[in-house]
C-alpha cells in the first residue's frame, strides 16, 4: 500500500484512499505518513471533513489552518482562501482530508497551490470528478492481518498484552470506550467519569493500559493510533453510544464547574448543573480552570461539528465557557463555534440554549467590531426572553446589548439597558455582575455628558471588585476608571489605575488585557513628554498583538511613527 500511495501522490495532485467503515484507512494513512514525511519538509494540514456542511465550519478549518502556518488571520472571513493561497504558494506541503463526501467540501477548502491532496472517503461519489485525481481502493484487514500491523507499532509482547487486556473487564471496557469516544486526548478525570469508575481505578487502569503500550500518558492520555482502532472495532453500538453521552455530560458538567471557578454563579440558576463527576481542577480554583480551559476547550468545541451532537446539550459546551472566553477575548474561530452551538440549540428545541447562544454570538461580534449585526441579534434575544425564565441570561443580554449600542454612539439607550442589567443584579445583590454592569456603564455616562455619575459608577465597581477575589474583574474596573481619568485630563490618576490595571491583569496572564492598558500607559507617558516610556511600552504592546494576530497591532505601529515623526508631547486627544 505504501508503494501505491508513493505512485499515485507522484503522477497526481489529488489522491483518494477509499474504503468502507473498518477498512484502516486512518491507520494506512498514518503509517504512510510516518514513512513519506521527507517529502513534505514544510509539514501537512489536516481536517476531519466528517459532518463539515456550512460555510462557518469551512471558515474554522481555514483559519485553524493559517493558525498552523504561523500566518496572521484576515479580518474577513471571505479573505480566508486568498490568505491560505499566498501562504502554501511554493511550501512543499501535504493537506490530508479524511471522510470526504462531495467534491464540494475539497473545492471550498483548496486552492491551486496546493500539490499534494491525500482524501480518504467511503464512497468516491463525484470526488472522482476533482480535476487529476487517483483512486486507490482499500479493503478491511482481516484479524490476523490487523494483528500484523500492530505488531509492526508496538513490540510483540504489547500485542499479546492487549489482546489479554481484553479479556479483563475494566481494562476491555476503558480501551474500548478511549476508542470511540472522539477527542484526541483526556485527563484522567474525564476518563473516569467516561468509564464511570472513580480517578484511582481509573488511573491504574490506564497505567495499565501504558504499559501494555496502548496509551501514551503526558499531560492527557491518549490511546496510540493503530490500537485506538483496533478497540474501536470491538465496541458495541451500546457502548459507542453510551462514550458518546458519558463524554458530552462530563465534558458540559467540567466546563460548567470551570467557568463557575471563574466566576461564581455568572450563569444563574437556569444553566446550573451539578457536579457528579470527578473535576481536573479544586472546585472554586480560578487559575486551574483557566489552565484547563487553555488546553482543552478547542477540542472540546469541535465536538459541535460531529454529526452525533447535533441536536443535543453540546451548545453548553460555548455558553459555560463564556468567563474564559472573556478574559481572552474571542478572535474570529470561536465565531464560527457559536453559530454552530446556536444551530444545534435550535436543533434540540432548547429555548434556554437558543438565546445564550445568540447572546455568545452578538457578544463576539461586539468583540470584532461588528456591533450593527450584534445589536440585531440581541434585540431578538430580548423579545425571545420574555417567555423564557432566566433572568440572569436576561441581564447579561442587556448588558451586551448596552455594550454594543454605546459602541455606535447610542449612548442613551446603552444606559438603559444597563441600567435594567443592574436592576436585576441589585435584587439579589449579586457583586461581580453589578461591578461589571456598572463599570462599563461609566464609560456611556461619560460620554452622555453626565461625568458625576460616571465616576459614582466607576468607583462603585472598584470598591466591589476586591471582594469578589477575581481579579480580572478588579483589574477591568482599574482600566476603566483610568480611561475616565485619561478623558478628565488627570494624567497623574490615569496613571495610577492604568498601572494597577496592568499588573492585575499580568498577574493573571491576560494578554489582550495587557495590550491594551499597556497602550493606555503609552498615551499618558507621551501626553506628559515621557517618549522614550511611551516608545517601551508601545513595544510591548505591540508584541503582544501580533502574537494574538490581533487588528490593533496596526494602530499600535501608527503610534510609534507618530512618537518618531514629532518631538513635540502628544495631545490630550491620544494617538
Given amino acids: 500500500m505504501r508503494r501505491r500511495l508513493d505512485k499515485a501522490l507522484g503522477q497526481a495532485r489529488f489522491v483518494v484512499l477509499a474504503g468502507r467503515a473498518g477498512a484502516d484507512k486512518t491507520v494506512t494513512t498514518l503509517r504512510w505518513l510516518s514513512e513519506a514525511r521527507r517529502r513534505f519538509p514544510d509539514g501537512c494540514l489536516h481536517a476531519d471533513l466528517n459532518g463539515v456542511r456550512s460555510q462557518e465550519q469551512i471558515e474554522a478549518i481555514l483559519t485553524a489552518w493559517l493558525h498552523r502556518l504561523k500566518v496572521p488571520v484576515p479580518l474577513f472571513p471571505s479573505e480566508l482562501r486568498a490568505s491560505l493561497e499566498a501562504a502554501v504558494r511554493g511550501r512543499q506541503l501535504l493537506v490530508v482530508l479524511e471522510n470526504a463526501q462531495e467534491k464540494a467540501q475539497v473545492s471550498a477548502l483548496l486552492t491551486e497551490s496546493v500539490e499534494a491532496v491525500l482524501i480518504t472517503c467511503r464512497e468516491v461519489g463525484d470526488l472522482a470528478a476533482l480535476d487529476g485525481v487517483h483512486v486507490v481502493d482499500i479493503e478491511p484487514l482481516a484479524v490476523c492481518a490487523a494483528r500484523k500491523v500492530l505488531a509492526r507499532v508496538a513490540r510483540e509482547t504489547q500485542v499479546a498484552e492487549f489482546e489479554a487486556g481484553l479479556r479483563r473487564s475494566d481494562e476491555h471496557r476503558i480501551a474500548r470506550l478511549?476508542?470511540?469516544?472522539?477527542?484526541?486526548?483526556?485527563?484522567?478525570?474525564?476518563?473516569?467519569?467516561?468509564?464511570?469508575?472513580?480517578?484511582?481505578?481509573?488511573?491504574?487502569?490506564?497505567?495499565?493500559?501504558?504499559?501494555?503500550?496502548?496509551?501514551?500518558?503526558?499531560?492527557?492520555?491518549?490511546?496510540?493510533?493503530?490500537?485506538?482502532?483496533?478497540?474501536?472495532?470491538?465496541?458495541?453500538?451500546?457502548?459507542?453510544?453510551?462514550?458518546?453521552?458519558?463524554?458530552?455530560?462530563?465534558?458540559?458538567?467540567?466546563?460548567?464547574?470551570?467557568?463557575?471557578?471563574?466566576?461564581?454563579?455568572?450563569a444563574g440558576e437556569a444553566m446550573h448543573r451539578e457536579v457528579d463527576v470527578p473535576l481536573p481542577f479544586a472546585p472554586g480554583d480560578g487559575a486551574a480552570a483557566g489552565v484547563w480551559f487553555e488546553e482543552t476547550l478547542d477540542p472540546l468545541l469541535n465536538l459541535l461539528n460531529r454529526p452525533e451532537y447535533q441536536a443535543s446539550e453540546a451548545w453548553r459546551l460555548l455558553v459555560h465557557s463564556v468567563p474564559f472566553l472573556y478574559l481572552k477575548r474571542p478572535r474570529g474561530k470561536y465565531l464560527?463555534?457559536?453559530?454552530?452551538?446556536?444551530?444545534?440549540?435550535?436543533?434540540?428545541?432548547?429555548?434556554?440554549?437558543?438565546?445564550?447562544?445568540?447572546?455568545?454570538?452578538a457578544w463576539i461580534l461586539h468583540e470584532l467590531g461588528r456591533d450593527r449585526e450584534a445589536i440585531e441579534y440581541l434585540r431578538l434575544s430580548v423579545a425571545l426572553y420574555e417567555d423564557i425564565d432566566d433572568d440572569r441570561g436576561y441581564a447579561w443580554t442587556q448588558h451586551a446589548l448596552g455594550e454594543s449600542l454605546a459602541a455606535v454612539g447610542q449612548y442613551a439607550e446603552a444606559i438603559e439597558c444597563f441600567e435594567r442589567a443592574l436592576r436585576h443584579f441589585r435584587a439579589p445583590e449579586w457583586p461581580f455582575g453589578i461591578a461589571i454592569v456598572s463599570a462599563t456603564m461609566a464609560m456611556a455616562l461619560e460620554k452622555e455628558g453626565r461625568i458625576p455619575?460616571?465616576?459614582?459608577?466607576?468607583?462603585?465597581?472598584?470598591?466591589?471588585?476586591?471582594?469578589?477575589?477575581?481579579?480580572?474583574?478588579?483589574?477591568?474596573?482599574?482600566?476603566?476608571?483610568?480611561?475616565?481619568?485619561?478623558?478628565?485630563?488627570?494624567?497623574?490618576?490615569?496613571?495610577?489605575?492604568?498601572?494597577?490595571?496592568?499588573?492585575?491583569?499580568?498577574?493573571?496572564?491576560?494578554?489582550?488585557?495587557?495590550?491594551?492598558?499597556?497602550?493606555?500607559?503609552?498615551?499618558?507617558?507621551?501626553?506628559?513628554?515621557?517618549?522614550?516610556?511611551?516608545?517601551?511600552?508601545?513595544?510591548?504592546?505591540?508584541?503582544?498583538?501580533?502574537?494574538?494576530?490581533?487588528?490593533?497591532?496596526?494602530?499600535?505601529?501608527?503610534?510609534?511613527?507618530?512618537?518618531?515623526?514629532?518631538?513635540?508631547?502628544?495631545?490630550?486627544?491620544?494617538?
Fill in 178 to 266: 478511549l476508542g470511540v469516544q472522539p477527542l484526541a486526548a483526556l485527563d484522567l478525570a474525564t476518563v473516569a467519569a467516561l468509564s464511570d469508575v472513580d480517578l484511582n481505578r481509573a488511573g491504574e487502569v490506564v497505567r495499565a493500559l501504558e504499559r501494555s503500550g496502548l496509551v501514551s500518558i503526558r499531560t492527557k492520555i491518549e490511546i496510540r493510533k493503530a490500537c485506538r482502532e483496533y478497540a474501536a472495532w470491538l465496541a458495541t453500538e451500546d457502548e459507542r453510544r453510551e462514550a458518546r453521552d458519558r463524554l458530552l455530560g462530563c465534558a458540559t458538567t467540567i466546563t460548567a464547574a470551570a467557568g463557575d471557578a471563574l466566576a461564581p454563579a455568572w
Fill in 336 to 361: 464560527g463555534f457559536a453559530h454552530r452551538a446556536l444551530k444545534i440549540a435550535e436543533a434540540a428545541g432548547d429555548r434556554v440554549g437558543i438565546v445564550r447562544c445568540r447572546h455568545v454570538v
Fill in 453 to 575: 455619575e460616571a465616576f459614582d459608577a466607576a468607583n462603585e465597581a472598584l470598591d466591589i471588585a476586591p471582594g469578589t477575589g477575581n481579579h480580572s474583574l478588579e483589574g477591568r474596573t482599574h482600566h476603566h476608571l483610568g480611561k475616565l481619568y485619561q478623558r478628565e485630563r488627570n494624567h497623574e490618576k490615569a496613571l495610577f489605575h492604568y498601572g494597577l490595571a496592568l499588573e492585575l491583569r499580568r498577574e493573571r496572564r491576560e494578554e489582550l488585557g495587557q495590550a491594551e492598558s499597556l497602550y493606555r500607559l503609552a498615551e499618558i507617558n507621551a501626553c506628559l513628554g515621557a517618549r522614550e516610556q511611551a516608545k517601551e511600552l508601545l513595544e510591548e504592546a505591540l508584541g503582544l498583538y501580533q502574537q494574538l494576530n490581533d487588528p490593533r497591532a496596526v494602530d499600535v505601529q501608527v503610534a510609534l511613527m507618530k512618537l518618531d515623526l514629532t518631538s513635540e508631547p502628544l495631545s490630550d486627544q491620544g494617538f
